[in-house]
């Protein structure tokens, strides 16, 4: 990014927390070159990340009511579903404070009723459960280090499974390096009927899974795409041409 200015720097015990501005894109970092979240300024909701982009793949198969979004970054996911879904109830856990204070005073994140803000451990707050289950978990939990390896682990799988409604589904953003992770994909296929995934060629590898089996034919998927690509603003069949059966 160019002519970038440094609007917030700060730190916590994980470590540092910058925003960045270059006047028409506002970018969170949590370490020297990474970008954790990207908005426009004049289109906030418009979701910027192409990994964000894939993993509202789920919104073909469901219309969520209720939604829990595990890591809260910089709000993107929560600005684009709450634009997109009239009426939708949404939870956003995010486990630093100070990120989520970034995520309030610089971008643009919406406030209301139908928004509740947790600061927690995500992994232990699914554990803990949920106080009603949602039609769409979405996880998105990224540090200094990169991703939280607990989210591949049996037991998270098992507790996103619990707290998800019989027609609800899963949306787990992995590194493209976890799709050998066999006993990752057997242990999803576990506590899940429909098992999908998608290399969104940036490194990311966004795995979608449902309760209940979803049967919509190539042409319905595609129709499903172009309407909520256009409530979205982004090129939702790209991804959906990726997504294939694990």
Excluded at 31 to 45: K, M, N, V
Excluded at 82 to 97: C, D, H, M, W
Excluded at 124 to 147: A, I, P
């Amino acid at each position: 990014m160019n002519h970038q200015n440094l609007l917030h720097d700060s730190a916590d015990e994980y470590g540092p927390i910058r925003v960045f501005d270059d006047g028409k894109y506002r970018i969170l970092s949590f370490a020297e070159g990474d970008e954790q979240s990207r908005i426009r300024l004049s289109t906030p909701h418009v979701l910027q990340h192409e990994y964000t982009q894939a993993m509202t793949l789920p919104l073909m198969f469901c219309q969520p009511k209720r939604v829990c979004i595990l890591g809260l970054g910089g709000g993107t996911l929560l600005s684009a579903l709450y634009k997109a879904i009239p009426s939708v109830q949404i939870t956003a856990v995010e486990l630093r404070q100070e990120v989520m204070d970034a995520a309030q005073m610089y971008f643009k994140i919406p406030q209301g009723k139908r928004i509740k803000l947790e600061v927690a451990n995500a992994l232990d707050y699914v554990e803990q459960g949920l106080e009603k289950k949602v039609d769409l978990l979405m996880t998105d939990l990224y540090n200094t280090q990169g991703m939280d390896r607990g989210v591949l682990q049996e037991v998270f799988i098992q507790n996103c499974a619990k707290n998800i409604k019989e027609n609800g589904w899963l949306s787990l953003n992995c590194w493209s390096d976890d799709k050998t992770n066999h006993e990752l994909i057997s242990t999803l296929k576990k506590y899940f009927s429909d098992v999908r995934a998608l290399d969104t060629g940036t490194g990311n590898w966004v795995i979608i899974a449902g309760k209940t089996k979803n049967h919509h034919n190539a042409k319905e998927l595609k129709n499903l795409a172009n309407k909520i690509g256009l409530e979205l603003d982004i090129p939702l069949n790209k991804w959906l041409t990726r997504l294939s059966e694990l």
